[in-house]
């Protein structure tokens, strides 16, 4: 049952790299492709446990997944026509992934990476949504654009649901 939702994005990601073949003019999609099998990777490998010690997984798994919110920014850039904004995008991933091998590797801290991890491609999602909210010409691009604030507003409530203070009981 773990493997259902990675399963799921696989196929996806398989799908939209079909599609990509099929009107290679839509370069927009190989990006989704590539956004949803780096999920799916990122997914795997995390519920298999491979590598098998804890940080690695983790910190690999973290890198899949920042790739893969990447690659979904590109997509929605690349289908409004709009200029990559690399440079701010890629500084702030790396940003995340030095505070989430931080917490892996210097000061072990589950809690930490996840907030890390979280917090920051969260934030990440919601510069580029307001970029995206900027150029929005029609009432899809509106509909992207509310559909990336949202992805990026999730992890914020998400992760910190599900941690209660040092010593409560649930």
Same mark, same amino acid.
């Given at each position: 049952?773990?493997?259902?939702?990675?399963?799921? !994005?696989?196929?996806?990601?398989?799908?939209?790299?079909?599609?990509?073949? %099929? %009107? @290679?003019?839509?370069?927009?999609?190989?990006?989704?492709?590539? !956004?949803?099998?780096?999920?799916?990777?990122?997914? #795997?490998?995390?519920?298999?446990? #491979?590598?098998?010690?804890?940080?690695?997984?983790?910190?690999?798994?973290?890198?899949?997944?920042?790739?893969?919110?990447?690659?979904?920014?590109?997509?929605?850039? @690349?289908?409004?026509?709009? @200029?990559?904004?690399?440079?701010?995008?890629?500084?702030?991933?790396?940003?995340?992934?030095?505070?989430?091998?931080?917490?892996?590797?210097?000061?072990?801290?589950? @809690?930490?990476?996840?907030?890390?991890?979280?917090?920051?491609?969260?934030?990440?999602?919601?510069?580029?949504?307001?970029?995206?909210?900027?150029?929005?010409?029609?009432?899809?691009?509106?509909?992207?654009?509310?559909?990336?604030?949202?992805?990026? #507003?999730?992890?914020?409530?998400?992760?910190?649901?599900?941690?209660?203070?040092?010593?409560?009981?649930?």
């Amino acid at each position: 049952m773990a493997l259902l939702t990675p399963l799921r !994005s696989l196929v996806f990601g398989v799908g939209f790299f079909s599609i990509w073949c %099929w %009107w @290679k003019r839509l370069r927009y999609v190989l990006y989704l492709a590539a !956004s949803f099998t780096l999920f799916a990777v990122g997914a #795997i490998g995390q519920t298999l446990g #491979i590598p098998h010690d804890l940080a690695w997984n983790f910190m690999l798994s973290a890198m899949a997944y920042t790739a893969a919110v990447i690659a979904l920014l590109d997509a929605c850039q @690349k289908r409004l026509g709009l @200029k990559p904004r690399y440079a701010a995008r890629l500084s702030m991933a790396a940003l995340v992934l030095v505070g989430v091998a931080y917490f892996c590797f210097v000061h072990p801290d589950l @809690k930490a990476r996840l907030y890390v991890m979280n917090f920051g491609l969260g934030v990440l999602t919601l510069v580029d949504a307001a970029y995206l909210g900027r150029a929005a010409k029609n009432t899809m691009d509106r509909v992207v654009y509310w559909v990336m604030m949202a992805l990026g #507003i999730q992890g914020f409530p998400r992760t910190l649901l599900p941690c209660r203070p040092e010593g409560q009981q649930r």
